[in-house]
Each structure stands twice: as C-alpha cells, then as structure tokens.
C-alpha cells in the first residue's frame, strides 16, 4: 500500500521556521522525483518546490527561493521542505507529492494528505 505521511507543519510567527517531513512507503522512492505543493484558502493549488530523482536538482517557485530548501534522504524515504523567513502568505495546507520520473511534471501519481502551516504576522 502506497503511503504519504506529511509531518512538521504548526503554527509559526512571521520570520520563523519550520521543516515538513513526508515519508513514503509502498514503493520504490529512489525511482521518484517529488514535488511539495500548497493551498490557500480561496486559491488554487500551486508548485511550491521540487526535486529529481536523478541528480538531486531542484525547483523552487520564486516567491519561495533563497527561504525554502527541498532536500530528499533515500535511505530513510523521507522529503523534506526546509522553511525559513516565514511570511504571513505562506499560510497554506502543504502537500508531497511523488512522480514516477527522473524530473518532476505534473500530475503526479501519489499525494499525500497535506498538513497545515498558518503564519501569524
């Protein structure tokens, strides 16, 4: 059975931190790239980061670049998305999600069930 369990997301101040986990079981995590999404309230769900499952290269949506990190640990099937400087429009539930690929393109072939982050100003 396929599974993405997302962790790490809470309640931060503005300028803050935070580090989300997705671990994944049920397949072959080596053979995927994975992308971590979000969704606002009210708006629709957008690429936040990625990497591939090849050389480790990584996408980062601009708004996001120089505060987010993506990094992938093969041997514990677990992605990580490393939030730094926080801002109050990072508020959103943030979800993994894994594509059988060497680089990430949507849709992708397993999501996971999204955490929470709300940044307070």
């Known amino acids: 059975e396929v599974q993405l369990v997302e962790s790490g997301g809470g309640l931060v101040q503005a300028g803050g931190s935070l580090r989300l986990s997705c671990a994944a079981s049920g397949f072959a995590f080596d053979d995927y790239a994975i992308g971590w999404f979000r969704q606002a309230p009210g708006k629709e769900r957008e690429g936040v980061s990625c990497i591939s499952s090849s050389d480790g290269s990584t996408y980062y949506q601009d708004s996001v670049k120089g505060r987010f990190t993506i990094s992938r640990d093969n041997a514990k099937n677990t992605v990580y998305l490393q939030m730094n400087s926080l801002k109050p429009e990072d508020t959103a539930v943030y979800y993994c999600?894994?594509?059988?690929?060497?680089?990430?393109?949507?849709?992708?072939?397993?999501w996971g069930q999204g955490t929470q982050v709300t940044v307070s100003s």
């Open positions: 999600a894994m594509k059988y690929s060497d680089y990430f393109v949507f849709p992708p072939d397993y």
